[in-house]
Each structure stands twice: as C-alpha cells, then as structure tokens.
C-alpha cells in the first residue's frame, strides 16, 4: 500500500500510512448550515476542514481534557482554548488533537464513530498545514509527539525534536522570552504582560518550549537507552546543546497548572532565583523541571561513567531538600468525599526522581542484575532504517523497524551468580537496598491511593484541568491569591473521577517507557530472592544469607535502625516482590491498550518472553 507523507515546515517529510480507506464522520458535509444554539463552530464550516461535527468534537475535546491535558499541560482551560481558536488559521491544531486522543475516544466511546488512528488525523493535519502560525506550528509539533505512533518511533520523534528546535530558535523565543524582560509583581490580580490574545499565546507558548525541554530533550534520552548520551552526541541535524543550558537562570518559568487554566494571574509565578530558597516549595510546573534538571544530571554521570558511589549514597542536601518538598504535594485526600485528588505534574516530578534513583543504584550492581534495561545502538539502527527505506516505505501501518523497543529482552546467565554475591562491596549493598526502597516507592506511586485500607473505597481524579472554566469568571477581582486557589475546586466535576486503575489512562507516555524499564529491575530482584535473605542482627546490622551456600554475612557498616529499613527487609521475598510485578506488568499492558498497535504487540510479546526466561529461571531454583 502506497503511503502518504507529512512534511515538518521545509525539513524531510516523515511517512505515515495511507488510511484513505478509513472514513471520518467529518467527510460527509451536512446538509444544513444551522449550528447549535452554544456551539462555537457550526458543523458546515467544521465539515469544510475535515473536522467532525461539534457534538463528536465537543467530546473529543472533553476526553482529552479529562485523559490527556493533566499529562500535557500544553493549552488552557478548555473554554479559553476553544474561544481563542479560528478553523481557518487553527485546523491543523484541532485535528493533531484529535490524533492524541482517538485511541482512547474509539475505545471507550465507539458510538461516537470517530476513526481511531494517530496517523490518519495526522495527515489531515498536514492538509491545512500552511495555514499555521508560528504558535500553531510549535503546537503541532508538540501534540504530534505525543502520539504513540510518533512517541516510540526513533526516527520520527527525532525528525520532529529538529523542527521544533528550529521553530523556538528561529523565532528568538528564549531571548524573547527571558526572566529579565519580565516583571514580577506576586499575587498581582491585574494582568501587566499585555491584552488576553497576547497572555493566551506567551503562556502556551512557554508551555510547549518546556515540555519540549523536558519530554523531548531530557526522558526520550532515556529512552534512546543506555548508556543515555545526550542527542546531540548523536543526531547530526540537532544542534542544540541543552547542556549549557540556555534556559536555566534565562527563559521564564511557566505559570503553575492551576493558574494557567483560568490565565487569571499570569503575573503569579516563580523565577529562577526563588527556586534555590531553601523556604521555597516549588509550584507543580517548576517542580518538574528541576526534576527534570536532576535526572539529566543522572543520566550525563552515567553516560560518562561519572557517577561515585559515596556521592550517591549521601545525595547533596539541596537535591535532598527539593524531595522532601515536592514528595508529599502530589495528591490530596477528602475523606469525606472518598476522594484522592493528584495533581500529575507534582506526581510526575516524584516518578522522575524516583527513576533517577533507580537508574543510580542499579549502576553499582548490574553485574548481579540478571535482566538488564533496554540499550540502544543510535547510529547503526538509523543507518539500518536508511537502507530499508524503499522496503518499509510500503508497511500497512507505517511503524517499523525504526520502533525503539520499550522492554529489553537483554538477558544474562545465573551462572556464577552467587560468586559476585560474595564480592559485593558495602557500597554495593546500600544500592540494593536502595533499589528495593525505590521499587517499593515507585509502584505505591502507581497506585495513587496513599493510604492502602482506603484504596477500594476512594474515587481518583487527575488534573489540573478544565472542562468548563466558567466557574472563575464570576471571582472578584480584588480576591488575592489565596482566595481564588480555595475556590478552584476543579476536582468536584463528576466526569473526572475513576478508578485507580482507570486513571493510569491519564499519566504521561513516559511511564510507560519508565515503567518498562523497572521491569527488568524487578524481574532481577524477582531472582535474587533465590540466592539471598535479608536479617537483622541483635545490634541492627545487616545480615546476608546466601542460600545456595547455607552462609551468613554481616555488613557492619550498614545499620537497620529505622521503621524504613525495616520495610526494606521485609519486603526483600519473592511474594512481595512478585506482587510489585504484577502490578507493573498490569500497568504496562493497559497503557499498551491505548497505544499504537504494532508497539502494543511487539511489547507483548517481548513481556511474554521475559516471563517466560523468569519462569524457566525460577523452574531450577525451587
């Protein structure tokens, strides 16, 4: 089957399949021109771009308020966004959305009979692309990447991060944009920066150069895989160097999620200087970029095999302080409601560090790590894709071998195994130790509920975000700060809370990829149990059996005097340990559900191998 193309501005175009087959409910015109008493759009002029009519993209709209936008962070509150769109300029944005969240809207609500493929509202974004501006551009992009069909696809995210780059530097965003240009006046409730439009599009636009710094930049080198170089190591056509820095100290920090739903007080914001305050608590945007800025500084240390034991085990006290403060703001529980409130961007920021730290300990000890994480060879795969092209240029779905695998089937031999056991260093034992209390925090992470007795009996809802904003407008502009947080209950909108396990539909894509990889992390420990046990002695050390040698022995230099320690022993045994298992392979499978459908089998099937190489581990060890 031919396939059509979609260009990125004057750069290379990126193949995507041809779905002409496939019809939207927008490509049959109707036949009348009335539009609905409050719709924004009439279906006519919707139908003249391809657009589905407004009742199927009014709930499109809906669905990726409620499933994406607490993850994005990229546009306002739904009735800000919508009234500040114009199909004529806008189109291409609508239908990029539309790629997003099909997946899931084609799913969960298939009466709508909206087509539920990224790739075909991708190429009816291309149609209209030139009728974009510079903000819809960058917009594009931003929503193009989101799409697992993209995401997961090294030679089109890759394609897409150059065009972005060249976007932001060409139209001089970071010098326009800079801290210094920008007075702060807090809690200010008069807007300073100039009229609404102008508000509307600098506060988007910085959303989407820092989720841009983030997600494209900082996680999709990890997902590149180790040894996680940075990507302009590795990719002729990026050059950006981020690791100067441009931002940090320069660019404006983003509103925090809350504000920008409403774009009230766009003069309430942190700046650069406030963040290193030892008094200060972050807001959840800034909270993710420093997370963000931590873990680039781990992945560098381990790229270039610069990363001391000591300094690890005894983190420096400002990064210590940071995760004191943002560990406890992620989520909110109203007892009487039976409601746990997350606010993703702070429980994102708590994912990354904890990933961070994962990554960090688990460094020190691979050679006992049976299952290693997925490593990658950039350059010989893309070289690889490049002499394929012709051939795959006809594959039905248009993601191929240029899909980077998301779980490592990477494994080594237990021969041996309890000989490096012996060798370990204290160091080496700390990590491990460390390592089980990161897994434990992560997958509790996953869960949501803080408290486990109320987790069968509590709703979760996700956000910041906004179905409907008008429940700010009626505030009174002398309210301060304070007054106007206390009144935005945006988590009372029934249609926003679920289950635990449905609202995994609403985290960031790249706990997927993160998840995938403590996969391999636990499936080593899963094996491990079998060759140790952890105890305490009588003066608090650590003592470790070796099962396969019947012996014992103790690391003095490592003391079990906290309830947290404690925990760490105890869940050191292969029922625990197999039950975090269980609960991230769960989690992977139903992010799978909503993703592309070549990454959703070939992921399954690299699952399905490595529980099968654990099984046939586990078999000879009984």
């Given at each position: 089957?031919a396939?059509?193309?979609?260009?990125l501005?004057?750069?290379?175009?990126?193949?995507?399949?041809?779905?002409?087959?496939?019809?939207?409910?927008a490509?049959?015109?109707?036949?009348?021109?009335?539009?609905?008493?409050?719709?924004?759009?009439?279906d006519?002029?919707?139908?003249?771009?391809?657009?589905?009519?407004?009742?199927?993209?009014?709930?499109v709209?809906?669905?990726?308020?409620?499933?994406?936008?607490?993850?994005?962070q990229l546009?306002?509150g739904?009735?800000?966004?919508?009234?500040?769109?114009?199909?004529?300029?806008?189109?291409?944005?609508?239908?990029a959305?539309?790629?997003?969240?099909?997946?899931?809207?084609?799913k969960?609500?298939?009466?709508?009979?909206?087509?539920?493929?990224?790739?075909?509202?991708?190429?009816?974004?291309?149609?209209?692309?030139d009728?974009?501006?510079?903000?819809g551009?960058?917009?594009c992009?931003?929503l193009?990447?989101?799409?697992?069909?993209?995401r997961?696809?090294?030679?089109?995210?890759?394609?897409?991060?150059?065009?972005?780059?060249?976007?932001?530097?060409?139209?001089?965003?970071?010098e326009?944009?800079?801290?210094?240009?920008?007075?702060?006046?807090?809690?200010?409730?008069?807007?300073?920066?100039?009229t609404?439009?102008?508000?509307?599009?600098r506060?988007?636009?910085?959303?989407?150069?820092?989720?841009f710094?983030?997600?494209?930049i900082?996680?999709?080198?990890?997902?590149?895989?180790?040894?996680?170089?940075?990507?302009?190591?590795i990719?002729?056509?990026?050059k950006?160097?981020?690791?100067?820095?441009?931002?940090?100290?320069?660019?404006?920090?983003p509103?925090?999620?809350?504000?920008?739903?409403?774009?009230?007080?766009v003069?309430?914001?942190?700046?650069?200087?406030?963040?290193h305050?030892k008094n200060?608590?972050?807001?959840d945007?800034?909270?993710?970029?420093?997370?963000?800025?931590?873990?680039?500084?781990?992945?560098s240390?381990?790229?270039?095999?610069?990363l001391?034991?000591?300094?690890?085990?005894?983190?420096?006290?400002?990064?210590r302080?940071?995760?004191?403060?943002?560990?406890?703001?992620?989520?909110?529980?109203?007892?009487?409601k039976k409601?746990?409130?997350i606010?993703?961007?702070?429980?994102?920021?708590?994912?990354?560090?904890?990933?961070?730290?994962?990554?960090?300990?688990?460094?020190?000890?691979?050679?006992?790590?049976?299952?290693?994480?997925?490593?990658?060879?950039?350059?010989?795969?893309?070289?690889?894709?490049?002499?394929k092209s012709?051939?795959?240029?006809?594959?039905?779905n248009?993601?191929?071998?240029?899909?980077?695998?998301?779980?490592?089937?990477?494994v080594?031999?237990?021969?041996?195994?309890?000989?490096?056991?012996?060798?370990?260093?204290?160091?080496?034992w700390?990590?491990?130790?460390?390592?089980?209390?990161?897994?434990?925090?992560?997958?509790?992470?996953?869960?949501?509920?803080?408290?486990p007795?109320?987790?069968?009996?509590?709703s979760?809802?996700?956000?910041?975000?906004?179905?409907?904003?008008?429940?700010?407008?009626?505030l009174?502009v002398?309210?301060?700060?304070?007054?106007?947080?206390?009144?935005?209950?945006w988590w009372?909108?029934?249609e926003?809370k679920?289950?635990?396990?449905?609202?995994?539909?609403k985290?960031?894509?790249?706990?997927?990829?993160?998840?995938?990889?403590?996969?391999?992390?636990?499936?080593s420990?899963?094996?491990?149990?079998?060759?140790?046990?952890?105890?305490?002695?009588?003066?608090?050390?650590?003592?470790?059996?070796?099962?396969?040698?019947?012996?014992?022995?103790?690391?003095?230099d490592?003391?079990i005097?906290?309830?947290?320690?404690?925990i760490?022993?105890e869940?050191?045994?292969?029922?625990?340990?197999?039950?975090?298992?269980?609960?991230?392979c769960?989690f992977?499978?139903?992010?799978?559900?909503?993703?592309?459908?070549?990454?959703?089998?070939?992921?399954?099937?690299?699952?399905?191998?490595?529980?099968?190489?654990?099984?046939?581990?586990?078999?000879?060890?009984?």
């Open positions: 089957m396939d059509s193309s979609v260009r501005s004057n750069g290379p175009p990126i193949k995507f399949a041809n779905n002409s087959h496939l019809h939207s409910p490509s049959k015109i109707p036949n009348t021109r009335k539009p609905a008493s409050d719709a924004p759009f009439d006519y002029r919707l139908a003249k771009y391809d657009l589905p009519t407004w009742d199927v993209l009014n709930e709209f809906n669905y990726y308020y409620i499933y994406n936008h607490p993850s994005h546009f306002p739904k009735s800000i966004f919508i009234r500040n769109l114009s199909l004529v300029t806008d189109s291409s944005i609508i239908h959305l539309i790629a997003t969240t099909c997946l899931i809207v084609s969960m609500e298939p009466s709508l009979g909206l087509v539920g493929d990224e790739l075909y509202w991708l190429n009816k974004m291309h149609k209209y692309w009728n974009l501006n510079d903000m551009i960058l917009s992009y931003k193009m990447s989101k799409c697992t069909s993209i997961f696809n090294i030679k089109k995210i890759n394609d897409i991060n150059i065009k972005l780059w060249e976007t932001v530097n060409n139209n001089q965003y970071v326009i944009y800079k801290q210094t240009r920008f007075e702060f006046q807090e809690s200010r409730n008069t807007p300073t920066f100039g609404k439009r102008q508000n509307f599009e506060e988007m636009i910085l959303k989407i150069i820092w989720s710094y983030i997600n494209n900082i996680l999709l080198r990890f997902h590149q895989g180790r040894p996680y170089y940075k990507l302009s190591s990719l002729d056509g990026f950006f160097d981020y690791e100067r820095d441009l931002y940090s100290n320069n660019i404006l920090l509103m925090g999620d809350d504000d920008y739903i409403s774009l009230k007080l003069n309430n914001r942190s700046n650069w200087n406030q963040l305050e200060h608590t972050p807001s945007s800034t909270s993710l970029i420093l997370a963000a800025k931590i873990f680039e500084h781990s992945l240390k381990l790229s270039n095999e610069d001391p034991a000591k300094d690890l085990i005894k983190a420096n006290d400002s990064a302080e940071f995760r004191d403060k943002v560990r406890g703001l992620y989520s909110k529980v109203f007892v009487d409601l746990v409130v606010n993703m961007s702070y429980w994102f920021s708590n994912i990354i560090l904890c990933m961070s730290d994962i990554l960090e300990f688990n460094y020190f000890i691979q050679e006992v790590m049976v299952f290693k994480m997925c490593k990658y060879d950039f350059r010989s795969n893309i070289d690889l894709n490049e002499a012709v051939s795959n240029a006809r594959s039905s248009g993601a191929n071998e240029q899909q980077n695998p998301l779980i490592s089937t990477e080594s031999s237990v021969e041996g195994l309890t000989d490096k056991l012996q060798e370990m260093s204290t160091e080496q700390e990590c491990l130790l460390h390592i089980i209390k990161a897994i434990h925090e992560y997958v509790n992470l996953l869960k949501f509920i803080p408290l007795e109320i987790e069968k009996d509590f979760v809802v996700v956000g910041p975000t906004a179905l409907d904003d008008k429940s700010t407008e009626g009174e002398t309210k301060r700060f304070r007054d106007v947080i206390s009144n935005s209950e009372d909108t029934p926003l679920a289950t635990p396990k449905q609202s995994w539909a985290v960031p894509v790249y706990v997927l990829s993160f998840t995938a990889g403590v996969l391999s992390v636990v499936y420990l899963v094996v491990l149990t079998k060759y140790l046990r952890f105890h305490k002695s009588p003066t608090n050390e650590l003592v470790v059996e070796f099962t396969e040698l019947d012996q014992k022995k103790h690391i003095q490592i003391k005097d906290s309830a947290e320690d404690s760490v022993l869940q050191f045994n292969q029922s625990s340990i197999l039950s975090q298992l269980s609960t991230l769960e992977v499978k139903f992010k799978l559900n909503y993703s592309n459908e070549e990454i959703m089998t070939s992921t399954t099937q690299r699952l399905n191998k490595l529980n099968q190489n654990l099984d046939d581990i586990l078999a000879k060890r009984p």
